[in-house]
Nanobody
Framework: QVQLVESGGGLVQPGGSLRLSCAAS????????MGWYRQAPGKQRELVAGISRGGSTNYVHSVKGRFTISRDNAKNTVTLQMNSLKPEDTAVYYC?????????????????WGQGTQVSVSS
C-alpha cells in the first residue's frame, strides 16, 4: 500500500507565502513523476506544477515565477513553495505521484493522490 500525506495548507493574505509538502510512503521501489494539482470551486482540476525524477519541472502559466516545485528522491517527498499568492490561487491542492511498485506478482507503475489540502488567499 502506498499513501501520500500532504501538509502545509492554510489561510494567507494576498502577497503571502505558503509551502506545501507531500511524503510518499509504503511499498515503493521508485517514485517517478510527482506533481501538484488544484481544484477551485466551480472549476476543473488543473496541473499546477510537475517534476520528473530527474528534476525537470513544468508549471501552469498562471503560477510561473511565483511557485517552485522541488523533490527529495531519498525521502520520496515533493514540495511546492508558493510566493506572491493571489486570491485566484485559492483551491484544494492535491499531491500526485507515479510510483513503481510490486503489484500482483510483477513490477508496474501506479498513480496515487494525496488527501488534498485547502489553500485560501484572502484579505
Amino acid at each position: 500500500q502506498v499513501q501520500l500525506v500532504e501538509s502545509g495548507g492554510g489561510l494567507v493574505q494576498p502577497g503571502g507565502s505558503l509551502r506545501l509538502s507531500c511524503a510518499a510512503s509504503g511499498s515503493i521501489f521508485n517514485v517517478n513523476d510527482m506533481g501538484w494539482y488544484r481544484q477551485a470551486p466551480g472549476k476543473q482540476r488543473e496541473l499546477v506544477a510537475g517534476i520528473s525524477r530527474g528534476g525537470s519541472t513544468n508549471y501552469v502559466h498562471s503560477v510561473k515565477g511565483r511557485f517552485t516545485i522541488s523533490r527529495d528522491n531519498a525521502k520520496n517527498t515533493v514540495t511546492l513553495q508558493m510566493n506572491s499568492l493571489k486570491p485566484e490561487d485559492t483551491a484544494v491542492y492535491y499531491c500526485h505521484a507515479n510510483v513503481l511498485g510490486f503489484y500482483s506478482g510483477t513490477y508496474g507503475s501506479r498513480d496515487y493522490w494525496g488527501q488534498g489540502t485547502q489553500v485560501s488567499v484572502s484579505s
